[in-house]
């Protein structure tokens, strides 16, 4: 089983016993631990952003609560840092139309660097309206 770590520093939880309690505190960015974001039923893609049918959710999910139905899930500092990086690469690939960078590219590639350099610049002057 993987090891428990803080949804908020991703420090490894190993000094702090099981089960966590409703007052426990991570040993290094001192963020509460017993909130939803720790929980294995924390799911931000659905409307309570909570799997588990009978618990009564709270509004905040980073802060300490008493739900009965806490359950610390291994990996939840991971899983909270891919999903914004990945939600703020997908809208920078539609905002410039590729999802590649030019150090992906081969070096052999078609087009050159300048003319790149104009079609981003020519995309950044119509999102803007600049008609110069």
Request: charged share 30%.
């Amino acid at each position: 089983m993987a090891e428990l770590s803080c949804w908020n520093c991703g420090e490894l939880l190993t000094e702090v016993p099981l089960p966590i309690s409703r007052h426990e505190n991570c040993p290094q960015c001192f963020t509460e631990l017993h909130c939803c974001r720790l929980c294995r039923y924390y799911d931000p893609q659905i409307p309570d952003q909570c799997e588990e049918d009978r618990a009564d959710p709270p509004v905040n999910k980073e802060v300490g609560n008493f739900c009965e139905w806490f359950q610390p899930r291994a990996g939840a500092y991971a899983s909270t840092r891919t999903q914004k990086k990945d939600a703020s690469l997908g809208k920078l690939d539609s905002l410039f139309g590729g999802s590649k960078s030019e150090a992906d590219q081969p070096d052999n590639a078609n087009s050159s660097p300048a003319t790149t350099e104009d079609d981003v610049r020519a995309k950044l002057d119509s999102l803007f309206c600049k008609d110069e």
